[in-house]
């Protein structure tokens, strides 16, 4: 309803302001009926956005659509009166709309595999992870499968996955796309010589294991530990990888802390590597400044990519923060959009001192 009673506002306004420029016919007034369109866009989305993803929702609709039929109508109209002018509408206008293009079209399925090598003198052989966070779908389908078999391309000795798997709260919707990751997961046969572990993320509801019934993936839904030959995977329950004073104890294994949020890196966590997601790198990121929002208490430079967190007493040596963008999107009233972000599959290559080499 809220859609509905935004883009109806939003097209009066948008019918004024187009008389506005077409009675004065100047530059002046295009730019003051731009300026009031997108102050009452803003102002639409805040009132009648509710919670803060909607309001997201709503704005997009008054950037991309109808602030871009704004800047056509300009360019059409001043197209004698101020030449110069209109022509830098309409690019104006082209540009909005291939950043639209990318953002809903391109970016959001456009999946980028990032290699990352650590170097441990707690490891005798090398051994290849790969990290899955953020699957977040309310419809699982092919794409979803392509990146599972992206996963599985790399030929990982170890997989984990960091939460946020299936976002869907109605009961029965929820139950027959977790029968369908099932499914999928089956039908691929997602496994990993080591093992694959999964932790629980703030979008998947309390039934979450229930989509890794009958698989290979081990589902870690309270704070543990399980030791892999040289490597101990820690998973932590949901609410504990939002605690910024967790702590964690060193092990003479090389320890893998996996959690959703990466907020936990903040606390005392004496592991070589900490693993996260849940920020989705911003999912919309802009230019020299970076993601809009993170929703973590880690710094933003941390909220994608690897972070080296220096050296831990405790440990002797070096420790490293990973952070996916992950795989999805926000889903419910969020708007289904990428920008300068695209999906994101990690493929940590772990490596005794001295075996360092080039990267794929």
Known sequence: METFLYNTAMALVLATALWVVRRHRTAAGAVAAGCGLVSLACLLAIGLGGQRFSGVRLLAYGLF??????LAGVAIILRNRSRPFAIAAATACLLLELVAADSFLVEPHWIEVTHVQIASPKLSR?????????????SVGEYERRALELVL???????????????????????????????????????????VYAVRGNADAPDWEKAFAQT???????TGSVDVGELRITGLAMSDSFLTSLRIDPSE??????????????????AELLVAGHTHGGQVRLPWLGPIMTQSEVPRSWAAGV?????????GHDKTLIVSRGI????????????????????????????VSNLP
């Open 65 to 70: 659509l109808h602030t871009g039929l704004l």
């Open 126 to 138: 090398p051994l290849r992870m790969a990290i899955v966070a953020d699957l977040q779908t309310d």
């Open 153 to 195: 391309r790399e030929q990982p000795d170890l997989i984990v996955m960091a939460g946020d798997y299936i976002q869907e709260w109605n009961d029965g919707r929820r139950a027959a796309q977790q029968e369908r990751l099932r499914s999928v997961l089956r039908q691929i046969d997602f496994r990993a010589p080591l093992g």
């Open 216 to 222: 290979e993936v081990t589902t870690l839904d309270a």
């Open 253 to 270: 294994r090389f320890q893998i802390v996996v959690g959703h949020a990466p907020d936990f890196a903040l606390g005392e966590i004496h």
């Open 307 to 315: 972070t080296q967190l220096g050296h831990d007493k405790k440990l």
């Open 328 to 355: 999805g999107m926000e889903r419910a009233a969020a708007p289904r959009i990428r920008f300068l972000c695209r999906p994101q599959i990690v493929v940590v290559d772990l490596v005794p001192v001295g075996q």
